[in-house]
């Protein structure tokens, strides 16, 4: 047998078993949950260029946890070391109150761990440790309407100051869920995403250009908070992106939040044309030109 063939039938052979071991692990995965009737969702929620926030004020933002119906735990927060490294301090939810009660421009999260599980995250994420300004938050999914919460978190939030972008998105780990807001690592929600192009659109130690302020997406998620000048994007025949989206219900459908930002949400089985059809027109920070997507139907405009 030539050896270009052996080598391609090796290949194929190793494609095919890695497809069949992944499908063992979904099966067991589910098996697992389906023990206790539960398959449950890590949703992730970033809210970014959230410059001006006040460490006391994320904290009172970080009280979501009583939506959820949780408690906070535990907490920590981030200091320098003598050597110039970086640490992250364990503490109370009452100590680090009163710690940001001294100092207001803290990096802290909270949480909330029962049975050693993380059920709920939340972090306030400043410049100083090498990121750039955010609000992140990771739970397990068990809210019935995750459309009115956002709403809701985002008029809180919109009390202490206005920021431009934010998305709502599900993975299967909280982990993944939380590197991925902060665009550090290799996890993506769609298999046509370049997850590596985010964090060098980011200001802080990437000094990105951050488009998605204004002029660009990251990518279109289940659920996105825009501002105007996302709804005024054209695409190539002219058609601003607001337009577009009232076009046709498949688009998704618009909430006005405020004076200053829009809910866009997109039902799930539409996610993929939309990403493709706003990927092509050049609109999306993440998005890559690979077969799955250009396998993808065209959305008519």
Known sequence: MPLRKKTIQNKNYFLLLLEVTKKIIQIIILCYWGKIKVYRMCVGIALYNTDGLSALNAYEIGEFFNHLNIKITTASYNKHLVNGDQTSQKITAKGLEKKLEQNNELQFGLYCIENNETIATFYHVTNEFGSFYNLNMQYINKIENQKQFIIKLVKKISNYI?????????????????IYTEGEGFYSVFEYEKPNTWNRETPGRFKG??????SMLRMIYKFNIINDKHLGIKFNNNLSLKDWILSDSKHGDLIKINNKLWLWSVDDDQLDNINNFCGEAGVLISWRNSKLSSKKKKLPI
């Open 209 to 214: 250009s951050a488009r998605y302020k204004d």
């Open 162 to 178: 206005n920021f431009p972008y934010g998305i709502s998105f599900e993975l299967s780990d909280m982990f993944q869920t939380y």
